[in-house]
């Protein structure tokens, strides 16, 4: 059974920065398709980043240069650190893995896994 826990959420102010950590067990971090997604109020669910076993990560384009997805695999963990934030980058941020893909797209449909979300607010 895949369990993912996200952690590190918080309230910051604008240009500030917070990392997010997920905990997963059941799939290993290294060689999944994970990835990071919010949601703010009112608005749908959105792609920030994804990574997969080989090549590079796929950020959205709100947050390129500004947030970084990495895996340790020895904690079998995810992180995002977000740098720069903005207002806008206010949202409940998901943890997400889907198993068994060669490939791993910025699509949140193909995510069969998800943790419960951490919320991060950024006040201007």
């Known amino acids: 059974q895949v369990q993912l826990v996200e952690s590190g959420g918080g309230s910051v102010q604008a240009g500030g920065s917070l990392t997010l950590s997920c905990a997963a067990s059941?799939?290993?971090?290294?060689?999944?398709?994970m990835g990071w997604f919010r949601q703010a109020p009112g608005k749908e669910r959105e792609e920030v980043v994804t990574?997969?076993?080989?090549?590079?990560?796929s950020y959205a384009d709100s947050v390129k240069g500004r947030f970084t997805i990495s895996k340790d695999n020895a904690d079998n963990t995810l992180y995002l650190q977000m740098n720069s934030l903005k207002p806008e980058d206010t949202g409940l941020y998901y943890c997400a893995a889907a198993l068994g893909r060669w490939t791993c797209p910025l699509v949140a449909a193909i995510f069969e896994h998800w943790g419960q979300g951490t919320q991060v607010t950024v006040s201007s």
């Open positions: 990574s997969g076993r080989d090549g590079p990560p």
């Open positions: 059941g799939t290993s971090v290294s060689t999944s398709c």
